[in-house]
């Protein structure tokens, strides 16, 4: 047999009513047993997640043939690191033989062994700058990652708006539950992994990069630009109605001129784009403990055939090349394009810092297969953005001590036609919240020694450089003033110095 959990949470009177009348309720045992509280609460919920009762819908889905899960009320992980690392954290149940007597009175024990506990774990992840992370966006629909240029570690992981994960531990409320899912904000949702958006601008580094290494642009050629591109009798238009003139790769990416990126995503090609997104960490699954973190698209003519039972057509190749289209990628993704182009490394992202006080970190980080050269012109073009009186971020720029190179995005969801914009285009603060624009931003600092990248996005924000880059430069200044990541203690440790602070003994 085992023990069955017939209620929980119980106040004294109630403990000693059962212990009182115990001779009437055989094998009814009161006992001090643990439960999961979540003491920093929303700051780590989409990280964490929370665990709750196990379900019929659980059983189903996961193939576990552990007891423990068939007893009534017994908690599993559910969501976050807490269900991706179910098991490990879970560890084994003790059990007893034992011998008793007609009337099932113990006899005597013929075999007792003892259960293992679950794993430590220590994140990579630092409170403090996840908790500023989470302030700084409240309001928001949106999301924030912080990487280190230098190792891959996660340093922010930032969801917005958050929950209460303790809600969900002994089963949450009707009410409470149907608050989070009709929130059109989605709180319950990890956007830094789990959500996919066109990263507008932010992707013409990629764009850049593929073009310089194919050849087909040089950092000295310039292209007019005067407003919009003819392409097969429709116009393509840039984001400044006037045209930005002749502008240099450095300077397109300082003004973001479309017009600029659409001409050398022609040149270049789709392959190559995604050839060059992928390398960069866009459109593939990265390893981290965390349900549902997605692959992003980078899309290729095949794929369109496939999936569209469409050709490939010139135009698409414009829109991508302006971070639209077909294209789509998470936070995550573009704050490890980020550090890959910082660093010039091929950085994995990592969120479990220790299992045990045994260290995850492999070393040993590849170099990207570009050449300096073409990566340094990329950083200048990003340098320019926050840092030069006319680049779409300068209201954002930080410290002189620092400075970021960073780049703004704004990523259109609905489709503008030829009728509107001639009537003139609808302002997006007059349409309806989730047929504006999305705001984007990323950057990395400090810009000649780097150590921090990130990525912001805020839904439906308008545009990037009044939404995201504020956001993503009051961030970078926490994370910079916070220095190095200093890892807290192991959870197993914190128990230990209460206990001794406490003058009390195990």
């Not at 899960?69 to 908690?75: A, D, H, K, T, Y």
């Not at 034992?98 to 430590?120: A, H």
Request: aromatic share 8%.
């Amino acid at each position: 047999f085992v023990p069955v959990t017939v209620a929980t949470g119980l106040e004294w009177e109630h403990i000693a009513a059962v212990s009182a009348n115990s001779p009437s309720l055989p094998g009814i045992i009161p006992k001090l047993g643990l439960n999961r509280k979540y003491p920093i609460g929303a700051d780590f919920a989409h990280v964490i997640g929370y665990v709750g009762p196990v379900s019929d819908y659980d059983l189903s889905q996961i193939n576990d043939k552990d007891p423990l899960l068939l007893i009534p009320r017994f908690q599993i992980g559910k969501n976050g690191i807490e269900a991706k690392v179910e098991k490990p954290l879970r560890g084994k149940a003790g059990y007893k033989t034992i011998e008793v007597n007609s009337v099932g009175r113990v006899m005597r024990v013929l075999k007792d062994q003892s259960g293992s506990p679950g794993v430590n774990l220590q994140l990579t992840i630092g409170h403090d700058l996840q908790r500023f992370a989470t302030e700084r966006m409240q309001g928001e629909s949106s999301a924030a990652v912080v990487m280190d240029v230098n190792n891959g570690d996660v340093l922010a992981l930032a969801s917005a708006p958050t929950f209460d994960p303790n809600k969900f531990v002994n089963g949450i409320s009707v009410s409470d539950w149907e608050a989070l899912n009709d929130n059109k904000y989605r709180p319950l949702a990890n956007k830094t992994v789990q959500g996919l958006y066109p990263p507008g601008s932010t992707f013409k580094m990629v764009v850049a990069l593929a073009a310089l290494t194919d050849g087909v642009i040089n950092k000295n050629e310039e292209i007019f630009c005067p407003g919009h591109k003819d392409i097969n009798g429709r116009k393509f238009h840039c984001w400044r109605k006037g045209g930005h003139g002749k502008v240099s790769l450095r300077e397109a990416l300082r003004y973001s001129c479309d017009v600029f990126f659409y001409d050398i995503a022609i040149r270049v090609g789709i392959e190559k784009i995604t050839e060059t997104a992928k390398a960069l960490g866009l459109g593939i699954k990265h390893d981290l403990p965390l349900p549902a973190v997605r692959t992003g698209l980078m899309p290729t003519k095949q794929w369109k055939r496939k999936n569209k039972k469409q050709d490939w057509f010139i135009g698409d190749t414009a829109n991508a090349g302006i971070g639209q289209g077909f294209v789509l990628a998470s936070p995550l993704q573009l704050a490890t394009m980020t550090a890959r182009l910082a660093s010039g490394l091929i950085l994995q992202p990592r969120m479990l810092n220790m299992i045990d006080n045994k260290s995850t970190f492999i070393n040993g980080n590849q170099k990207l297969n570009f050449k300096t050269e073409h990566l340094n012109l990329i950083r200048t073009g990003m340098y320019d953005v926050s840092n030069h009186p006319r680049g779409t971020a300068f209201s954002s720029r930080i410290d002189e001590k620092y400075k970021m190179a960073g780049k703004t995005g704004t990523s259109q969801v609905r489709f503008i036609s030829k009728k509107e914009r001639e009537g003139g285009v609808t302002k997006n603060e007059d349409l309806p919240w989730n047929r504006r624009d999305h705001a984007l931003f990323v950057g990395y600092a400090p810009y000649k020694n780097p150590r921090y990248s990130i990525s912001v996005i805020v839904e439906h924000g308008g545009a990037g450089s009044r939404k995201a880059a504020p956001i993503a430069r009051d961030i970078m200044k926490k994370a910079l003033s916070l220095g190095e990541n200093s890892y807290g203690p192991m959870p197993n440790q914190i128990r230990s110095d209460k206990i001794k602070k406490s003058g009390k003994t195990v």
